[in-house]
Nanobody, 123 residues
């Protein structure tokens, strides 16, 4: 069993940056693929980025170049650096892990979820 806790959300002006962190406990994180998803008010939860056990990455097409996912297995964390934020990035951001080494863009493929952290971008 893996427990995930997100942190780093908050209020930021458009054009600013935030760094989200996902900390795992219960088991070592290294064999798991990890993804970030987000859900805006009234919308479905959507894929943001994911990282495999070997640190290969994948991003939602619309977010490439602004968001960067990385993992630190020694600290059992996965981070999401978000730059040039826009009001449309406002959402609750969720960290998720799946008990295989390879990432997926499909939220149904993830076994474990954090509680989410709110990101609000003001214009």
């Amino acid at each position: 069993q893996v427990q995930l806790v997100e942190s780093g959300g908050g209020l930021v002006q458009a054009g600013g940056s935030l760094r989200l962190s996902c900390a795992a406990s219960g088991r070592t994180f290294s064999p798991y693929a990890v993804g970030w998803f987000r859900q805006a008010l009234g919308k479905e939860r959507e894929f943001v980025a994911a990282v495999s056990w070997s640190s290969s990455t994948n991003y939602a097409e619309s977010l490439k170049g602004r968001f960067t996912i990385s993992r630190d297995n020694a600290r059992n964390t996965v981070n999401l650096q978000m730059n040039s934020l826009k009001p449309e990035d406002t959402a609750v951001y969720y960290c998720a892990a799946r008990s295989t080494r390879y990432y997926s863009t499909n939220r149904a493929d993830y076994n474990y979820w954090g509680q989410g952290t709110q990101v609000t971008v003001s214009s």
